[in-house]
């Protein structure tokens, strides 16, 4: 199932997306107040929804007709550096230290953006892409064994974890540079957690102005989804809503020689098999 949040005459709405259409969730008699709600419904909110698509019910809208709106404003949207082997070797290739563990940091949540919205440059004059496949947690993660990590994972989305790297780099906790606001791109839906087989085998590229910048998969990871959740986990509590962003693979703009920064102008496209593409222009 494909959990949307979109908008058409102004008002913000939920739908489930089927095909070229969306159905608003409001016209099958499911009323959730937003996103995080529906999620912290579980299986039986997503049995509901199957149950009154099934039933032939609702309204169904295209979905070249909405406006597609982040799918939520997580609780806590957190980012994990260097996950892919290849892009830990261009790190080193920097001379950036690559931690022997995981290296997380935040992002704020006011930098959530729309998987078709403007990203805004901001003060920085090295803007960054980095594509990553996005974990949404389902339901409430503390002290989780790795084993049993999965079975909080909500489902999935596509992030743009959009980077200031001269912010970035001014304090090792690198919250600032990955904080602008519209640097967080996320979407273009959440794809549940039972619609893809298998996470650790799904390809992801960022596409710069028609130009494959990075192109990779998710059997590159370092930490797994189930150890990242399971290492997370020890220190503090996982909530429903929450995003992780699992690590961006190599080709980032301030790996290459000489480094390529992005310019208002610019048109970034992020796509993962299997969940879908983001796509949003650079302005100044």
């Known amino acids: 199932m494909k959990l949307a949040r979109f908008e058409n005459g102004g008002v913000p709405r939920l739908g489930v997306v089927d095909g070229d259409g969306i159905v608003p969730l409001d016209t099958i008699g499911i009323d959730h107040p937003d996103m995080i709600a529906l999620i912290e ?41 260097m996950n892919y082997r290849r892009h830990a070797d261009e790190a080193r290739a920097l001379g950036i230290a690559v931690p022997d563990g995981q290296l997380w940091f935040n992002k704020q949540t006011t930098c959530v953006n729309g998987a078709y919205d403007d990203v805004v440059q901001g003060p920085t004059t090295k803007l960054d892409h980095e594509v990553e496949l996005g974990v949404v947690i389902g339901h409430a993660a503390k002290s989780v064994a790795e084993g049993d990590a999965m079975a909080h994972v909500f489902g999935y989305l596509v992030v743009n974890d959009v980077s200031a790297r001269d912010w970035q780099f001014q304090s090792p906790t690198i919250t600032m540079g990955k904080s602008f606001d519209t640097h967080g791109p996320i979407g273009p839906w959440i794809v549940t957690a039972d619609e893809i087989a298998d996470p650790a085998a799904l390809g992801i590229r960022c596409i710069v102005n028609g130009e494959i910048r990075q192109s990779s998969n998710t059997e590159q990871f370092i930490h797994s989804i189930g150890a ?36 208002p102008g610019d048109v970034v496209r992020c796509e993962i098999d299997g969940i879908g593409v983001i796509e949003n222009r650079i302005v100044a």
């Open 41 to 81: 419904g579980g299986q039986g909110a997503l049995g509901e929804i199957a149950a009154a698509l099934a039933s032939g019910r609702g309204e169904r809208l295209a979905l070249a007709d909405v406006h597609l709106l982040a799918p939520l404003r997580p609780r806590k949207f957190l980012g994990l550096g």
């Open 228 to 263: 990242q959740i399971a290492h997370l986990s020890a220190a503090f509590t996982l909530e429903p809503g929450d995003i992780l962003a699992t690590g961006t693979p190599e080709g980032v703009g301030a790996a290459q020689q000489p480094p390529r920064f992005l310019s």
